[in-house]
């Protein structure tokens, strides 16, 4: 090979590496989105799941101030003892806590009934909502906290 047929080639390799870079980083950014739909979805499913049930009286002792949500996402992994016929028996909701794709832990943003919607904080008396503790932006310029 010539000097000028190997410095071709290495331009040519650098080029296509160079526009692979980024549609990596597209792509994983892409699972990560995917994701963390899924763990939200989830989990908010769970949430509605143990409602419904404290809502028809399915559920054992619940707190008068919690307005049949869970006090805790760990709640909904570790059960609640039903009412009725279901009394001896614990209702699970999720098998574990999900985690966070963005932020790579199973810490996550709650949302309490009481809390003002805009908050960021949790004021611990129960969970109606999860979010990503994440400060990034999607794709599309929303926060992924705001999903």
């Known amino acids: 090979m010539s000097l000028i047929e190997l410095i071709v080639a290495f331009t040519i390799l650098l080029l296509l590496s160079g526009m692979a870079v980024p549609l990596a980083r597209t792509r994983v950014r892409k699972i990560k ?18 409602k419904d049930m404290a809502d028809s009286n399915k559920l054992g002792q619940q707190k008068q101030d919690g307005f049949g949500y869970p006090e805790s996402l760990q709640a909904l992994v570790d059960g609640v003892k039903g009412s009725g016929q279901g009394a001896d028996t614990k209702i699970k909701f999720l098998r574990r806590i999900p985690k966070d794709p963005m932020t790579n832990s199973t810490d996550w943003g709650l949302r309490s009934m009481q809390d003002d919607p805009t908050s960021d904080g949790w004021g611990g008396q129960n969970v109606f909502d999860v979010h990503t503790k994440s400060d990034q932006k999607a794709a599309d310029g929303t926060n992924y906290s705001d999903w």
């Open 33 to 50: 989105e995917h994701d963390l739909r899924a763990a939200l979805s989830e989990m908010r499913k769970a949430i509605d799941k143990y």
